[in-house]
Nanobody
C-alpha cells in the first residue's frame, strides 16, 4: 500500500523557518509529480508548490521567494523549505503524489504548521 508520511510541522514565530519532509513508500517515486498543498480552517485546500520528475518547480504567488520545494529521488522524499513565515501560512500541509494533471494520486495525512504573530 502506497504511503506518504509528512513530518516537520510545528509552531513557529512570524519570520521563522520550517522544513517539511514527505517520505513516500511503495511507489516509483521518480516519475511522480510531487506537490505540497495546504488547508487553513474554513478555507479550501490549495496547491502551494509542485515539482516534476525533471525538477521543474511551480509555486503559488503568495509563497514565491519564501518557499522552496525540492526532491531527493534516492530517498523517495520531497521537501518544502519555508522561510519568512507569516501567520497566514498557518494551515495543515499535505503531500501529494500524482502521475498527471487531474490524477487524484496519493495523499499524506497532513502536518500542522502554525505561525504566531
Amino acid at each position: 500500500q502506497v504511503q506518504l508520511a509528512e513530518s516537520g510541522g510545528g509552531l513557529v514565530q512570524a519570520g521563522g523557518s520550517l522544513r517539511l519532509s514527505c517520505a513516500a513508500s511503495k511507489i516509483f517515486f521518480s516519475i511522480y509529480v510531487m506537490g505540497w498543498y495546504r488547508q487553513a480552517p474554513g478555507k479550501q485546500r490549495e496547491l502551494v508548490a509542485s515539482i516534476g520528475s525533471g525538477d521543474s518547480a511551480n509555486y503559488t504567488d503568495s509563497v514565491k521567494g519564501r518557499f522552496t520545494i525540492s526532491r531527493d529521488n534516492g530517498k523517495n522524499t520531497v521537501y518544502l523549505q519555508m522561510n519568512s513565515l507569516k501567520p497566514e501560512d498557518t494551515a495543515v500541509y499535505y503531500c501529494n503524489a500524482r502521475l498527471y494533471a487531474g490524477h487524484f494520486g496519493y495523499w499524506g495525512q497532513g502536518t500542522q504548521v502554525t505561525v504566531s504573530s
